[in-house]
């Protein structure tokens, strides 16, 4: 339900995106210091720094309380 936002403030980031269930590719997308990426629901998603790096994460829901696990699919991690 919850659409995801990251912004990238310094470093290099590495972003696997899957969509759930209706997709067997994993996607992959380089962000740099500067960039910003929408993941919308029904995605699963991952990070990997390349380098030491620094990112603000912000969610549409809140993620207190019982909120955030209610909205969280747990699966097996991304192979990259």
């Known amino acids: 339900k ?16 899957k969509k759930i269930k209706t997709d067997n590719k994993t996607r992959q997308i ?3 210091k500067g960039q ?7 995605f699963i998603h991952t990070y990997k720094a ?3 790096s620094m990112m603000l994460d912000m969610t549409t829901l809140s993620r207190e309380g019982r909120g955030y696990e209610n909205d969280t699919v747990r699966v097996d991690s991304l192979k990259f």
């Open 2 to 17: 919850s659409t995801q936002y990251t912004y990238v403030i310094s470093g290099g980031i590495e972003l696997f995106l």
């Open 30 to 32: 380089i962000l740099k």
């Open 36 to 42: 910003f990426v929408t993941i919308p629901p029904g």
């Open 50 to 52: 390349i380098i030491p």
